[in-house]
């Protein structure tokens, strides 16, 4: 296996994109694409701030290292979550991403939910939704909330996510299966700012695989968690990945294929009737000026309002 480049010895063969390369020109070649993929969706320009959400993982570190690399001023948000587990998760995945940003200089933003709303994510989730077995609803919400505020009261332009083309292509799959409409329709490698109280959020990564992101935070050497966090066990998600890498094994490119497909849809108009009508149906949250689709408060704060009560008794 030869390096298409240098002829020096390949260590990795991107398939879908028939081209093998060494070590060297590989750390070259995947920030070049990150910056196509900036360019070509508009993203964001060498001026503006960036603030990306870390996790630890190997994704958002390794895309807040390639920003970095091309130039861009970035800081990183960090969200504890307060989930424990076998390796501590939270807990560990705070240190990698300290231990990172120590490294390199960057300025890390570190927003504890425990902190801030007196019970971390688990607790939230068990006792504002009695029954439900899972989290992940709650924390995701909660995320999206704290991403969205930091970005804007910290005067950033933009926020990014390290989310790559098996996630995206996972998501679409489900949004699919569905027909969801409104959420087929916000998908996408960038979400606009078009509503007051909403910053510009943007996934560079989002036409990388999975596998040339964990290559990549190898061969930089970049120390992430492996963990994945302890309730994404058994999550639908990773189902349709595995159903999407074994029509990726037989087919080469067909993640890629599947989501670019769609991007082209949606600029030809697919879906800007729903576009629309989600747009027109939001406004303001009285509390805390995010947007929402419900009447009165929105869900975030409908939420922490109970949280509050609760922590007060
Ligand atoms: S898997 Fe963990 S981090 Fe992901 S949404 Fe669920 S609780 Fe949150
Ligand atoms: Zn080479
Ligand atoms: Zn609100």
Redesign the pocket.
């Known amino acids: 296996m030869k390096c298409r480049k240098c002829g020096g010895r390949g260590v990795i063969n991107l398939r879908q994109h028939k081209l093998i390369l060494c070590k060297e020109h590989y750390l070259e070649w995947l920030p070049e694409q990150v910056q196509r993929a900036i360019d070509r969706y508009h993203m964001f320009t060498p001026q503006e701030r960036v603030l990306v959400a870390v996790s630890g993982g190997k994704d958002s570190l390794s895309l807040w290292d390639i920003l970095t690399r091309l130039g861009y001023h970035t800081d990183g948000l960090y969200i504890g979550?307060g989930?424990e587990g076998e390796v501590h998760y939270s807990d560990e995945s705070l240190r990698l991403t300290e231990q990172f940003a120590g490294a390199h200089g960057l300025h890390l933003n570190t927003i504890k939910v425990a902190e801030e709303y007196g019970l971390a994510?688990?607790e939230i989730a068990q006792q504002t939704y009695h029954g439900q077995t899972?989290?992940?609803s709650v924390?995701?919400r909660i995320?999206r909330h704290i991403m969205n505020r930091a970005a804007r009261d910290g005067g950033y332009d933009v926020l990014a996510t390290g989310h790559n083309l098996d996630d995206e292509a996972a998501v679409l799959f489900g949004n699919t299966l569905n027909w969801s409409a409104g959420y087929l329709m916000r998908q996408g490698p960038v979400l606009e700012a078009d509503i007051p109280g909403v910053v510009r959020k943007v996934k560079p990564l989002c036409r990388i695989y999975e596998r040339e992101m964990a290559a990549y935070a190898l061969l930089r050497g970049i120390e992430y968690i492996y963990d994945?966090?302890?309730?994404?066990v058994g999550?639908t998600s990773i189902y349709y990945k595995e159903l999407l890498n074994q029509l990726e094994a037989d087919h080469p490119g067909a993640k890629l294929n599947f989501y670019l497909s769609f991007l082209q849809a949606k600029k030809g108009g697919l879906f800007t009737g729903a576009a629309d009508q989600a747009r027109q149906s939001l406004h303001p949250c009285p509390t805390c000026g995010q947007p929402t689709s419900v009447e009165g408060e929105c869900a975030f704060c409908r939420m922490m309002g109970k949280v509050k009560k609760l922590t007060k008794s």
Do not use: Q, S
């Open positions: 979550l989930i994510v688990p899972k989290p992940c924390c995701g995320k994945e966090c302890p309730f994404a999550a």
